[in-house]
C-alpha cells in the first residue's frame, strides 16, 4: 500500500475525486445496466461478478463501476493498471490470486485501460481467467473486438457504457454543489443556464463536468460575506469560449441547425461551413451534427448523387471514432460535400405521401400474389397463387400488381432528373411503358 506523507495529506483532490460515488444509489447514469432489476446491478449487489468488459467513453463511471464492485465483494480486489504495469507485475499479480485460491478466496482483478495490453500481456491473463483462479474486470475506450484478444473477449461478458445525458451532468453539478464533500459548506450563486452549459460542454463526460465547475467556483467573484459569484464573462473564459455558448435545447440551437441544412440546401458550401463552425465551437456535439447531415444527404440529394449518404455515415464514424477537435475536418468535407452535391427532394416526398396512404388505409391486405405460402393451408387459400417471378423472365420485368387494389395507381417515387436521377427517371419510365404495353399478358 502506497505510504501517504504530510504534504500529500495537504494537497487537496479534486473535486471529482472527492465526489467519486460510493455506492451504487449514489452512481448516476448507466440505467439500462444500473436500474432496479438490471442485469449488472443484480450481479453486483448478489456479488454474483464474473469476468466482464467495460467499454465506454471517458468519464462514464467505468473505473468508479469497479471500486462499488471493490467496496461489495467478499473477494480479495487488486487494482491493476494497464499504463505502468508489464508481463512481471501480471505475474506477481496472479502468484497473489493463486495463493488466494488455495485458501479459497476469490480474486477480482481491475484493469483500467486494458486496451493498452499488448497481445502478450493480455496472453497473461487467460489461463487465469479460464481456471478461475481470476475474475477478470476490465475497462476500455476502445471497441474490445479490435483491441482485446478474442480468446479473452470471449470468457469476458461485455457492457456499454453510455456517455452521460445532460441532465445527468447537471444532476451530477447540483450534487456537487450541496455535498459536504465538494462546495456544500459554501455559498454558491450559479444560474441553472450555466449548469446546463457546463454540462453540454463536458460531452457526457463527468470528470471534466466536474472539472470545469471547480474552475469556475474558484474564478468566481467573491463578496465580503464569502459568497462565491460565477459569471457568464467566467464560465466563457474557463471554458475558452466566447459569446458563442448556447441552450442546446433552446432557440439559437435551431437556429443554427436551420441555417447549416438550409445552407447545404442552398448549394452555398461558404456559409455551410461558417455555420457548422458556429455550432462545433458553441459546444455542440459533433454527432448531433453528422446525425442531420446524414438525414440531409436522404432528405434533399438522395438517388441524385447516392455517394452522399455514405460521405456522411463516414463522416458520423469519424466523429464517433475520434471526437473533437480532430472530428471538425470530416464534418467540413461532409457539409461541403453536401453543399456541391445535385439535390432531390424526390425520397423525401415519396415517403411523405406513401405514409399518408399508409396511415389511411392500414387495413388494406397484401395481395394474395404477393403473399407467401410455407404451409399447405396458406396454397390452399390462394397464397402466392400467380406469382411471377422476374428472374424468370427475358426482361426482368412482370406486369404483376404489388400494391393493393385501392391504390394500384399511385406513384410516390417521382425523380425530377437531377444529378443520376435523370438515369433513374429514364429507367422509370421504361419499366412503365413496358408495365403498361404488357398488361394483362402472360409473361
Request: a negative charge.
Amino acid at each position: 500500500m502506497e505510504q501517504m506523507s504530510l504534504f500529500n495529506q495537504m494537497i487537496p483532490q479534486p473535486l471529482a475525486a472527492r465526489l467519486r460515488p460510493q455506492t451504487l444509489d449514489d452512481f448516476v447514469g448507466q440505467r439500462h445496466l444500473l436500474g432496479e432489476g438490471k442485469v449488472l446491478r443484480r450481479l453486483i449487489e448478489s456479488d454474483q461478478i464474473s469476468s466482464m468488459i467495460f467499454w465506454g467513453p471517458p468519464g462514464v463511471g467505468k473505473t468508479t463501476l469497479a471500486r462499488i464492485i471493490a467496496g461489495r465483494t467478499k473477494a480479495s480486489f487488486i487494482d491493476f493498471s494497464a499504463v505502468t504495469s508489464g508481463i512481471k507485475e501480471i505475474r506477481t499479480v496472479m502468484k497473489e490470486a493463486e495463493d488466494n485460491r488455495v485458501y479459497g478466496t476469490k480474486t477480482i482483478v481491475f484493469v483500467d485501460e486494458i486496451h493498452r495490453f499488448n497481445k502478450a500481456q493480455q496472453d497473461a491473463f487467460l489461463p487465469f481467467v479460464e481456471k478461475g483462479s481470476i475474475i477478470l474486470i476490465g475497462a476500455t475506450t476502445e471497441n474490445p473486438s479490435f483491441e482485446i484478444n478474442s480468446a479473452l473477449l470471449s470468457r469476458c461478458k461485455v457492457f456499454v457504457l453510455q456517455a452521460l445525458t445532460v441532465q445527468d451532468l447537471v444532476t451530477l453539478l447540483k450534487n456537487a454543489l450541496t455535498n459536504p464533500h465538494g462546495f456544500g459548506n459554501q455559498k454558491i450563486q450559479i444560474t441553472e443556464d450555466m449548469l446546463e452549459m457546463i454540462a453540454s460542454f463536458a460531452n457526457g463526460d463527468a470528470r471534466s463536468a466536474l472539472s470545469t465547475l471547480e474552475m469556475v467556483v474558484l474564478n468566481g467573484d467573491i463578496a465580503a460575506d464569502g459568497t462565491i459569484t460565477v459569471t457568464k464573462e467566467t464560465l466563457e473564459q474557463c471554458t475558452s469560449k466566447k459569446s458563442l455558448l448556447y441552450d442546446k435545447n433552446g432557440e439559437e440551437h435551431y437556429n443554427l441547425i436551420s441555417a447549416l441544412h438550409k445552407s447545404m440546401r442552398n448549394s452555398d458550401p461558404d456559409a455551410a461551413v461558417y455555420w457548422l463552425a458556429r455550432m462545433l465551437e458553441a459546444g455542440e456535439d459533433p454527432l448531433y451534427v453528422a446525425r442531420r447531415v446524414t438525414r440531409f444527404a436522404s432528405e434533399d440529394i438522395g438517388l441524385a448523387d447516392p455517394h452522399a449518404l455514405e460521405i456522411a455515415v463516414a463522416a458520423y464514424q469519424a466523429c464517433h471514432f475520434i471526437g473533437m477537435p480532430e472530428c471538425t475536418v470530416h464534418l467540413t468535407e461532409a457539409v461541403v460535400y453536401m453543399s456541391l452535391a445535385p439535390k432531390s427532394n424526390a425520397l423525401y416526398v415519396a415517403y411523405g405521401e406513401a405514409r399518408e396512404d399508409a396511415i389511411e388505409h392500414l387495413a388494406e391486405p397484401v395481395p394474395l400474389v404477393i403473399r407467401n405460402a410455407p404451409t399447405a393451408l396458406m396454397k390452399d387459400l390462394s397464397y402466392g397463387k400467380g406469382y411471377q417471378y422476374a428472374h424468370d423472365t427475358q426482361d426482368k420485368l412482370t406486369d404483376m400488381k404489388c400494391l393493393p387494389d385501392a391504390l394500384e395507381d399511385r406513384r410516390y417515387y417521382r425523380p425530377d432528373g437531377q444529378g443520376q436521377e435523370s438515369g433513374y427517371l429514364q429507367r422509370l419510365a421504361q419499366i412503365r411503358a413496358w408495365k403498361e404495353e404488357h398488361r394483362g399478358q402472360e409473361t
